[in-house]
């Protein structure tokens, strides 16, 4: 197999540039001093210090010399020794990183504690001592320049090594029998080049800097040899007289060290086959305007007031490269008080993002259209305070992750009376009291010794009780839980739903309980809506799940085993995967999978039609059956 | 067929060791299926490591066929590699992103000490035939397969070596749940068509029960209870195998209570006695005469034939409710 080499060359930013620069100065180096030797140390005295003329482009030195002609000449010693001492300080530094991966454990530490001491000294200063213990001259010079980048390779070298053998592939391969040289090469060698390929081309930049620093310095490259450090040093001291003579070898050694920089990108992304192939333009998606998608935001009627939720037509859209794409759309259902809805779905499906739309928390870019009213207020209609406001009081998040919630540098205790605080102005000690109390409510035994405490103190089960409670604080209309149990154990997975019941029955408190795990949500939830593909395809109370009408839910149903799973018939498989997010098909979502797919399935997007009253679908081929059986 | 007999494993040195695994015997016959299930801490995932000898046995024997396996460095032998394979929990990070599906598996064939190019291609695609994807699968990277395509690449990589025994550990818990049900039907046909013996490690109990010949259960470092699939859910003879069950949200039945309270202890410093008694819904806590649960460890004694509980009270662990058993198949949603 071919990888598109050149093309993906090609696509790495600033590629062509560097591959012609990198050219050029290569060809200068070779070239220049072969032809122009001559031309750069003819001495002009009577015409020392000139600016730029026809003669003399770039004008000439002290000493009456041309300064263009120095400086292409000067290229080859420049680059050259800035070439040799990355050569060196790569193969020290990958001598002493990789060298520190293959010593013993005990060994190992003692040898990063050195590399991390040598960072500690800045590289100029490093190779200002070794160059001046060597002696003044290109040779001490390119050794102290080479040994001073060499500890930031190694630095690099190691902690990529061991961050990349710490990968399951690795353990994996050994596992396997891998050999250790070959686990070396193929695993963690081919796993870091490119990043290792553009800190070595960093360190050819950052080397020709640092020798031009040296010999501007006086302790690199000496006349009559020239460099560009030289040069500068030549230069500077004419500086007001003829300004060009410093301002060439410096734009000189900006200009190449850049050049490399480039070519250090595009190496690394030719060596990196996760880039090879790159999604392309072909996503279903059209191109939307902007302004249509926010026109078509239907306002909404003011019915319902018993609804604490009510979402109309919500849509979230995403910009990318292939147009506006929807990652959620058309989403339209009630929360009544005191119901626990539960939204089930796959990964992508688009559940977690519903969610956030309700609290208003969709990342810049994506935006949303649509009508969100938490207790009968219309969030679009509101100023981002009064937004904050109703949000802070009347709704509540619970997280998959309880500690993205919780700030690990506070104690409990300020965390959870903060909000009840902040949108009731109630008083500290209240506002202690009814966290305890909320907190002993949440089965958390000991809760006034608990609020002195951090969270990493915590179990995760604790951690999302105290979660919990302090989304409780504020006494909410609704509680978002987020995939609330995926992180935690079955046993306490039951616990945490005591509580959610408890909650419930105790304050009335609606809740949408969002979760991928389909017998959860049907035991713990009054009604169930079904997502994929950024839809919603059904929406049913829990006793009627196990009637599931939409072929994609009576999949999930088979496909899950449960304890009640006959173990001599197979699984029912669902063929293929769920769509991309930039590819969803045409028509519906499901029909790539569905085995009852038909034409119009293919082409246009099902409604999601009422049923009896208390349950929808959105599949065609179910509701023309539901349809004509009636009929 | 691999035996386990009185295994233990340490992390860390002096005053942090912790024993992850404290004294656990298995067996895994040939062909079969042996479901390992506990909860996260429990000590399961370190079984799986130490016996692919990633992890070094403190004590006890790992026997492979009789042949004792129990060093660190007879099992990092090749022999040995060819004997016993793992699949690992997540397909994202388990695969060389920088190696093609091709080189990954030929690479596993070569181990085997398969010579030659042509064969190796044979070998390669048989193996690739086995796990459902095409020969065009080859010349790919990783990233280009969706996450139930990968575990089935990871799953051939362990099949290329031509393992007896395969340890799966929590393999289908990364995915999403319509993926899950193929690989789970794909181990089922690869162990009839090759008949490699399955360790499959899930916390997840309806897996295990659907895979599983037989099922032990681990808590804290210590196996529980081990009997066959059926008998273990029908008749639990330790409280948390009870518990645990009942825990698992069932669809079609109505929810329970939380069968347990508290969590699990912090494995450096478990429980006296039965490391379960804190938590026990038949323990002190619930029965204060009951001290003994407090003072002595329960020692694994057979209940009935070939099933084993390591409970004081295992005789008055209380039934599950049998749940109906359904048949569930696509084809009656089109009926």
């Known amino acids: 197999m071919a990888p598109p080499i050149l093309h993906n060359f090609r696509r790495a930013p600033g590629a062509t540039i560097a591959v012609v620069s990198v050219g050029i100065v290569v060809a200068v180096m070779i070239i220049a001093p072969l032809l122009l030797t001559k031309n750069a140390t003819e001495l002009h005295v009577f015409r020392a210090n ?96 080479g040994i ?58 950052s080397s020709i800097v640092f020798l031009s620093a040296l010999s501007f310095l006086g302790l690199g490259v000496q006349s009559p040899q020239i460099d560009w450090g030289e040069m500068l040093t030549q230069g500077v001291q004419q500086f007001y007289i003829t300004p060009v003579a410093a301002l060439a070898p410096a734009v000189a050694i900006a200009l190449t060290a850049l ?78 008080r005191g119901e626990i809805v539960g939204i089930v779905g796959e990964s992508g499906s688009g559940k977690t993002t519903i969610a956030n739309a309700i609290t208003q928390l969709i990342p810049y870019p994506a935006f949303m259209s649509g009508t969100v009213r938490v207790c009968g207020s219309d969030l679009s209609k509101l100023t981002p305070k009064q937004t904050d406001r109703l949000l ?119 809740i949408v309980m969002i979760s991928h795990n389909l017998a959860l949500i049907g035991q713990n939830c009054h009604r169930i809506l079904i997502t994929y593909a950024g839809r919603i395809v059904e929406e049913l109370p829990n006793d009627r799940l196990s009637e599931a009408y939409h072929p994609y839910t009576r999949a999930l149903l088979g496909a899950v085993p449960d304890m009640s799973q006959r173990l001599d018939a197979p699984l029912t498989q669902i063929p293929g995967a769920s769509p991309d997010v930039h590819a969803r098909p045409a028509g519906c979502a499901f029909h790539p999978r569905c085995s009852l797919a038909e034409d119009v399935c293919r082409t246009d997007v099902p409604p999601l039609v ?13 509701n023309r059956k539901l349809s004509t059986s009636r009929s | 067929m691999i035996e386990l007999d009185d295994v233990v494993v340490r992390y860390g040195a002096g005053a942090n060791t912790v024993t992850a695994v ?129 575990q089935r690449i990871a799953i051939a990589r362990a099949l290329a070596v031509g393992p007896q025994v395969i340890i799966a550990d929590e393999i289908t818990s990364a995915l999403d749940v319509s993926i899950q049900a193929t690989i789970l039907n794909l181990l089922r046909s690869v162990q009839r068509e090759t008949g490699v013996s399955i360790l499959f490690i899930s916390h997840d109990l309806s897996v295990i029960r659907y895979l599983s010949d037989t099922i032990a259960v681990m808590y804290l470092g210590e196996i529980v209870e081990r009997a066959a699939a059926e008998d273990l859910f029908e008749r639990p003879r330790h409280p948390y195998s009870n518990a645990l069950t009942r825990s698992i949200p069932q669809l079609g039945h109505d929810r329970q209570p939380a069968p347990v309270s508290g969590e699990l202890p912090d494995p450096r410093n478990p429980p006296s006695g039965c490391r379960f008694h804190i938590r026990c819904f038949m323990g002190p806590t619930q029965f204060p005469e009951r001290t003994i649960c407090r003072e002595e460890s329960p020692q694994s004694i057979p209940a009935e034939q070939s099933h084993f509980a390591a409970c004081h009270f295992a005789g008055l662990v209380p039934p599950i409710e049998p749940a109906e058993t359904h048949d569930r198949d696509m084809s009656r949603a089109s009926s």
């Not at chain 1, 710490?166 to 490119?194: C, H």
Request: charged share 20%; glycine share 8%.
């Open chain 1, 259 to 336: 050049s490399f920089g480039f070519a250090g990108e595009a190496l690394a992304r030719l060596l990196n086959p996760l880039l090879w192939t790159t999604t392309d333009g072909s996503g279903r998606h059209s191109k939307k305007d902007l302004a249509e998608i926010l026109a078509s935001s239907v306002a909404s009627r003011g019915d319902g007031d018993e609804a604490v939720l009510q979402v109309e037509n919500l849509s979230v859209h995403v910009p990318s490269n292939v147009g506006v794409v929807d990652i959620v759309s058309q989403v339209s259902f009630n929360v009544a």
């Open chain 1, 392 to 510: 802070g009081t009347s709704v509540a998040t619970v997280f998959q992750d309880p500690m993205s919630s919780l700030n690990p540098a506070l104690r409990l205790n300020i965390q959870l009376t903060e909000s009840a605080e902040v949108h009731r102005r109630v008083s500290r000690s209240d506002a202690r009291q009814s966290a305890v109390r909320l907190l002993q409510e949440v089965n958390i035994p000991a809760a006034e010794h608990l609020m002195r405490r951090y969270p990493h103190e915590l179990s995760g089960g604790m951690r999302q009780r105290v979660t919990i409670a302090m989304g409780l604080m504020n006494q909410p209309a609704l509680l978002i839980a987020d995939e609330p149990t995926t992180a935690l154990d079955v046993t306490i997975q039951a616990q945490i739903m005591d509580v959610f019941q408890e909650i419930n029955e105790t304050h009335s408190t609606a």
């Open chain 2, 22 to 150: 404290d004294g656990i015997s298995l067996r895994l016959d040939a062909g079969k299926t042996l479901g390992l299930v506990g909860e996260s801490g429990c000590g399961k995932s370190t079984v799986a490591r130490a016996i692919v000898g990633l992890l070094p046995i403190a004590s006890g024997r790992l026997l492979v066929d009789d042949e004792d396996y129990s060093t660190l460095r007879s099992r990092n032998s090749p022999a040995y590699r060819r004997r016993v394979q793992m699949v690992f929990q997540d397909p994202y990070s388990s695969l060389n992103p920088r190696m093609t599906v091709g080189r990954a598996i030929g690479e596993a064939i070569t181990l085997r000490g398969v010579r030659g190019r042509a064969e190796r291609r044979r070998v390669a695609q048989s193996t690739l035939e086995l796990v459902e994807l095409s020969e065009s699968a080859m010349s790919r990277y990783p990233h280009q397969f969706s996450g139930g395509q990968r």
């Open chain 1, 50 to 145: 000139q600016g730029p003329s026809s003669h003399d482009w770039l004008g000439t030195d002290s000493l009456g010399r041309d300064i263009l002609y120095r400086l292409v000449v000067a290229t080859r010693l420049s680059v050259g020794l800035a070439f040799i001492a990355a050569g060196l300080s790569a193969a020290i530094g990958f001598a002493l990183g990789g060298g520190a991966i293959l010593l013993p454990r005990q060994l190992r530490p003692v040898v990063l504690r050195f590399i991390d001491m040598m960072l500690a000294f800045p590289a100029l200063l490093v190779a200002i001592f070794v160059g001046a213990i060597i002696g003044p001259g290109s040779k001490g010079a390119t050794l102290g320049v």
């Open chain 1, 148 to 205: 001073a980048g060499s500890f930031y390779i190694a630095r690099v070298a190691s902690t990529l090594a061991i961050s990349v053998s710490n990968r399951e592939y690795v353990a994996a391969a050994r596992v396997l029998g891998v050999r250790r040289v070959a686990l070396l090469v193929r695993y963690i060698l081919a796993n870091t080049a490119d990043a290792l390929v553009i800190v070595v081309t960093a360190t050819i930049s």
């Open chain 1, 610 to 622: 009422d049923r009896e009253g208390v349950r929808k679908v959105a599949c065609w081929v179910a």
